[in-house]
């Protein structure tokens, strides 16, 4: 054709957005609060509220504009804002739940589906505003719809803070208990992390980090249905070519996110931030993690061979991603949430996955255990402790990991939640029975790691 | 140059191109070039247009297109330039 690109090329963009589910997956407004503090609490979540209406007001027009334009699907708009302890540390007041309320209401206002940022960082410590945060979080995550709850409970640098930790384990449960009559859904709006990034996108994670400017956009990619078509139309290839090809095609992915990133930063007039490169999955057929591994040659995700199968895949997406973005941030890699994944469910109900192999995948992939759903009878301790082992993994490997679980009150193994939406449904996973409970309630802080001497 | 690529999809019949391209011309956009395809019964033109002079914005620009894709049971997408060379060229 009269032009630098040809037929082919253009096909093969129509397809995998027409078959393969390809999409950006989200186009997220950080929106800096430090200006919105005030000493009286109805004052700073007035200010919260008018400032993110203010500054997101253009957000999702200029979303559904930029995918008319191209012909892209942007599946989600949303807003991540400075972490809520930072903001409401000033503030004299019980409790945070009206500063989530304020949150909620403008992310209704502006449209967008979550919100991120009632979160605090505690890794070395708590001051009394993160005290107050976390102690406000099943009531904020059960009183709004849309807010996302986060806590960084553990750093590479700092070590791992097992007060938050055990902390964590209560409010959990007590967020489970809060909102059984639907699942447990606060749950799958609160993360746990260890080495969380200040830029990070994708819910329920994302927070506006103290280091990020007042106002940036950040997109998140996805496209494992395309990832794993490109995979089953080559059988023959060895791993070392197969690894090249999933390269091309997370650059081309890539290319789309930052495309669609610049776009809405001009039209917005807001600075673009990063892309993340993340194979995020959903629900539907064909846009599935698992499913690319099986394509790969497992029969079943969660078997032998399967960590070292995502750990070629996550390195071969972030080496093809970051020859296609300037600016690569976030969590960057394969996402393996079980309640959203069609292909990990499966595994689940077929007795092949379990948690103990969902932890050793996440220390190759990025985040955690994400959407875990195990028995309500799970007590604190255990889940305090899962908290521990994960945070541990990504303590020791200089790398972000997550645990998002929910104990759904009054179901036990085997039995399905529905959370509804991208976040899915899933099966209630066996829990290791033997207890942590001494462990856990010694509390303190397990040390920094040592850098040298790698083994 | 403010440039666009029109694809046409679906089951072959007569007259997809004349019906398409009258809604083109009344629109005041140039076709630069055209790619057609038969394979099997399905037809697939890929169009590359300059949309400059476009008459209408290029919402309406879609949306009529959209009524002649309805009118002959095809699927035609209009998506800007950008999108196709960002993607496969560095």
């Known amino acids: ?455 | 140059m403010n440039r666009a690529i029109i694809t046409v999809i679906g089951q072959d019949k007569v007259g997809v191109i004349a019906k398409v391209t009258a809604v083109i011309a009344e629109c005041n956009v140039n076709i630069l070039d055209i790619n057609q395809t038969l394979l099997q019964d399905i037809f697939t033109m890929v169009m590359l247009c300059d949309i400059g002079g476009c008459n209408v914005d290029f919402k309406r620009f879609q949306e009529k297109l959209d009524d002649v894709g309805e009118e002959i049971a095809m699927k035609i997408q209009v998506q800007k330039e950008e999108i196709f060379s960002y993607m496969h060229r560095i």
């Not at chain 1, 191209?70 to 540390?89: D, E, H, Q, Y």
């Not at chain 1, 960082?121 to 976390?134: A, F, N, P, R, Y």
């Not at chain 1, 996402?335 to 996955?353: C, H, Q, T, Y």
């Not at chain 1, 009878?377 to 994960?390: C, K, L, N, R």
């Open chain 1, 1 to 455: 054709m009269n032009s630098s690109f040809n037929y082919a090329e253009i096909m093969e963009t129509i397809n995998m957005v027409s078959n393969e589910n390809l999409d950006v997956r989200t186009i997220t407004m950080g929106i800096s609060l430090m200006d919105c503090a005030d000493s009286d609490i109805d004052k700073t979540a007035r200010n919260i509220y008018d400032k993110i209406c203010l500054k997101a007001k253009d957000l999702v027009k200029t979303g559904e504009d930029i995918s008319r334009d191209f012909g892209i699907p942007i599946v989600n708009k949303r807003i991540s804002v400075t972490p809520v302890s930072l903001v409401g540390a000033s503030a004299d007041c019980e409790d945070y739940v009206p500063l989530a309320k304020a949150l909620d209401h403008a992310a209704k206002e502006v449209g967008v589906n979550f919100l991120g940022g009632f979160s605090a960082l505690v890794h070395k410590g708590m001051t009394k505003s993160d005290e107050k945060l976390i102690r406000s979080i099943p009531a904020a995550l059960t009183e709004t719809e849309r807010v996302c709850a986060s806590v960084n409970i553990g750093s590479t640098k700092a070590g791992i803070n097992m007060d938050a930790v055990y902390t964590m384990g209560k409010i959990i449960k007590e967020t489970a208990e809060r909102t059984g009559d639907r699942d447990g859904i606060g749950c799958a709006k609160l993360v746990v992390f260890c080495n969380v990034p200040e830029d990070n996108p994708f819910m329920a994670g994302a927070f506006h980090g103290i280091g990020e400017p007042e106002v940036v956009i950040n997109t998140g990619v996805s496209g494992p249905g395309v990832v794993r078509n490109v995979l089953s139309e080559h059988p023959d290839l060895n791993l070392g070519q197969l690894a090249e090809v999933i390269k091309k095609t997370a650059f081309k992915i890539t290319r789309m996110g930052e495309l669609v990133a610049r776009e809405a930063s001009r039209r917005l007039n807001v600075p673009f931030g990063i892309v993340d490169l993340s194979l995020a999955p959903t629900p539907a057929a064909g846009d599935s993690v698992a499913e690319i591994l099986e394509a790969m040659g497992l029969e079943r995700c969660g078997g032998p061979g399967t960590t070292a199968a995502l750990a070629m895949l996550n390195d071969a997406v972030k080496k093809g991603g970051s020859m296609a973005s300037s600016h690569v941030g976030g969590l960057s890699g394969a996402f393996i949430p079980v309640s959203e994944d069609a292909g990990m469910i499966r595994a689940v109900n077929e007795n092949v996955l379990h948690l103990e192999k969902l932890e050793a995948m996440t220390a190759v992939c990025s985040v955690g255990l994400d959407m875990i759903t195990v028995p309500g009878d799970t007590s604190a301790e255990t889940i305090a402790a899962v908290i521990a082992d994960e945070a541990a993994i990504g303590m020791i490997n200089n790398k972000t990991t997550a645990v998002r679980i929910i104990p759904a009150a009054g179901k036990k193994e085997g039995d399905c939640v529905e959370f509804g939406g991208l976040l899915g449904s899933g099966p209630v996973m066996a829990v290791n029975q033997a207890k942590a409970d001494d462990f856990v309630k010694r509390g303190g802080r397990i040390p920094a790691p040592i850098k040298s001497l790698n083994n």
